[in-house]
């Protein structure tokens, strides 16, 4: 009996190893803006993906459609040159909003459930460099491990902000958006095995709640993503 308890438990770690390899959740960066007719649909979406524990979601508003009447608030000319940055690497013809770029290497339009499920489970089968983020009382602090090299971002942002929006093409709607970025720090460099590193809140983006992820450079893949609990 000793001998079979031991075995479960070995098969248990070996179980749970495996896992925080495999694991981990998946980014969804949604890439929007208030001035978009087309966006609105996508921004529950989001939502109800930031809910989800398998899923981190973020939400990049790009300021591209500012001139059509409205400027969206959240708008970052940042976050529109990322958008660029990624139809280069996954050599898309052109931009678009509402756009979901998932774990950096795949796009779907924002609103279309079904092909952004599709891609979540693909790209949830790629196993992971393990990565944890912990808030403490004087900022945060970071453990990775595993193979794979990258650049280590930190990201902060809003849970939720509801505007009401007076011109452009969504004028006379209130507009409930979720995940908000609004700032991206590049913390570091790491070039596989463990790393542990504490992140003094004065580096750290501004935002309400803050995620750490891996991604190689040039905006590759996205290797890992961790948000606090």
Known sequence: ???????????????????????????????????????????????????????????????????????????????????????????????????????????????DRRSVERLIASAAKTKRPTLDIARTVSGLDLRIDGAGQGEIWIVGYDPKHETKVTRGENAGRTLAEFNIVRGLKRIDAWKGGPLARAIPASELPPGVAHVALIQESDLGPVLAVATTP
């Open 1 to 111: 009996m000793r001998i079979k308890t031991t075995s479960l438990a070995l098969l248990a770690a070996l179980f749970s190893a495996e896992s925080a390899i495999a694991g981990g959740p998946v980014l969804v960066e949604l890439f929007t803006s208030q001035g978009c007719n087309s966006c609105p649909p996508a921004d529950p979406y989001l939502g109800d993906l930031a809910k989800r524990k398998d899923v981190v979601a973020l939400a990049f508003h790009v300021d591209y459609w500012d001139y059509i009447g409205w400027k969206d608030p959240f708008g970052d000319a940042s976050w529109s040159a990322r958008q660029r940055k990624y139809s280069q690497a996954l050599m898309t013809r052109q931009v678009y909003t509402p756009q979901m770029i998932v774990d950096g290497s795949q796009h779907a339009i924002g609103s």
